[in-house]
């Protein structure tokens, strides 16, 4: 239940879109079989090397910096080996036999990879790092990759990589059908990838141990190593969405290399573990599925999303809840400017000028604990809505986060809207929910009149990267994506406290 005697508001942080994973756009060789896709990069330079995450490797301080990347590679590939040994027999019923054909860092100096005949030039896998079936390899880029991942992004990101591509190999031994689609496999290597993840969170290793801050990069990763916008599932290339790369990842660090083996049935089945979202028209297929940010051009964002967030919940709170939806467009709907300072909405019992409007970017106001009708929701539209909607994100993470406003506002009317983790967590639900309507218009009785373009969903995991809810006990963004798609997927049954609805 809501705090009383007290005014309560909800901050959104500062935008970290950060790489983690190396990206494989392909080569020249069909043998390869690559970890990233040919997404985004926009990656930023934060050095994080000195990251959390634990890497107990005998005098790595003493090996050469341009060596070093190798050492945690052989240590993380070793990791990933003995993770196999136990596991395979568990979930595919045979005994496991190691990759035979070595690992190979390679360089524009250095032997060419034995992958293929003649093998692919530098040129060709640079910058990579990838399986190669034909002689059962993994190789890596030494001198443009793996070391600039370790400089920028620290040392789990190297981690991942090599999961990612030993999960490779190991579709090679389960047997995996050859005819499946590039996205089902890649799919999988990425369900692997965190199966061997969640094997290390939970202590598996005396080597290599997880960071929470490791998990919430990876999140990030995913945004630059997402397919392009509008890459259909069916692409010979395709590797999957942020949301699509994700979740599978979640799948396997939730519930374990068994789950991510039963991919294979979904996809020969005729099923999918992605949603596969096309353009609604040629026009927003131009637009870049984006629509406009001024809010006075007619199908401005801020307008749509108001109008289907309106609907959803007046159609949804009676319907799951049994309560009647309060209104909150336009009367309590509040943007501001912090330079204008007149225009910074005033919350009775906060303090907010325009340094702290500014650092808030987002927030909603419980003006009347015994009345949710006088709540309000408010937005920085100077600073974050334009950051929002610039590139790489769009018009839906500018929706999301107005998404979860109403969320919090939707908690207060329920009496589910008291601080802490679990009600932050089912804030990002009910978004995931509402989401889910834009994209499966049969979630709701009335269509809310607005659908998902490609790539919005990638948008809403960038846009959650931004919510901070400035709470000791916060749930890490991981978790909280990890909520998001709960509610996207299992709609809001899902989402529920067992808490009464608040009062008025």
């Known amino acids: 239940m809501g705090t009383r005697g007290r005014r309560r508001r909800t901050m959104v942080g500062a935008l970290i879109v950060v790489g983690v994973m190396a990206a494989c756009g392909g080569s020249a060789e069909e043998a390869l ?31 050469d910096p341009d060596d070093q990347d190798d050492a945690i590679i052989e240590a993380a590939l070793t990791e990933v080996e003995a993770y196999w040994e136990d596991e395979f027999p568990e979930v595919y019923g045979d005994e496991f036999t190691p990759v035979q054909g070595g690992f190979f860092p390679y360089g524009p100096d250095r032997e060419p990879v034995p992958c293929g005949s003649p093998p692919p030039s530098y040129e060709e896998v640079a910058g990579n790092a990838f399986y190669c079936p034909g002689v059962d390899l993994i190789a890596w880029d030494t001198d443009n990759l793996t070391n600039q991942l370790l400089d920028t992004f620290g040392p789990f ?7 990612h591509e030993y999960a490779h190999a190991i579709q090679v031994r389960a047997e995996v059908d050859p005819r499946l689609p590039t996205i089902a496999t890649e799919q999988q290597a990425d369900c692997l990838a965190g199966a061997f993840t969640g094997f290390l969170a939970d202590g598996g290793s005396d080597v290599l141990s997880v960071s929470e801050d490791d998990l919430d990069a990876a999140v990030a990763g995913f945004l630059t190593l997402r397919d392009q916008v509008g890459t259909p599932a069916d692409d010979p290339a395709a590797h999957g969405s ?42 927003d297929f131009d637009a870049g599925g984006n629509a406009p940010f001024d809010p006075d051009v007619e199908g401005n964002i801020f307008g749509l999303a108001l109008t289907s967030l309106e609907s959803y919940w007046s159609q949804s709170l009676p319907t799951q809840f049994g309560v009647d939806f309060i209104s909150i467009s336009p009367g309590r709907v509040e943007p501001y400017f912090p330079s204008q300072e007149d225009t910074i909405p005033e919350c009775e019992g906060e303090d907010i000028d325009a340094e702290r409007a500014e650092e808030l970017g987002a927030f909603v106001c419980e003006a009347d604990p015994d009345d949710p009708a006088d709540d309000f929701i408010a937005w920085d539209q100077e600073n974050l809505m334009p950051a929002l909607y610039e590139e790489p994100l769009g018009d839906f993470a500018v929706a999301s986060v107005i998404a979860r406003l109403y969320s919090q506002a939707v908690q207060l009317q329920l009496g589910t809207g008291n601080d802490g983790q679990a009600a932050g967590l089912q804030a990002d639900c009910f978004t995931g929910a509402w989401a889910a309507a834009l994209a499966f218009p049969d979630r709701v009785p009335e269509n809310v009149g607005v659908q998902i373009s490609p790539g919005d969903l990638d948008e809403a995991v960038g846009a959650f990267l931004t919510l901070d809810t400035d709470e000791e006990d916060q749930a890490t963004a991981f978790e909280r994506v990890a909520a998001f798609r709960s509610g996207f997927f299992d709609n809001l049954p899902a989402c529920e406290l067992g808490t009464e609805p608040a009062d008025g």
């Open 33 to 63: 079989v690559a970890a990233g896709g040919g997404g985004d990069d926009d990656r930023r330079d934060d050095d994080r090397r000195d990251q959390e995450t634990e890497v107990d490797i005998e005098d790595l301080d003493e090996v």
């Open 242 to 283: 942020a949301f699509d790369r994700v979740g599978a990842f979640q799948d396997g660090f939730d519930q374990g290399a068994a789950r991510c083996a039963e991919y294979e049935r979904i996809y020969v089945s005729g099923d999918s573990t992605v949603v596969d979202i096309p353009f609604l028209s040629q026009a």
């Open 157 to 163: 990101s190297l981690v991942i990589v090599m999961a």
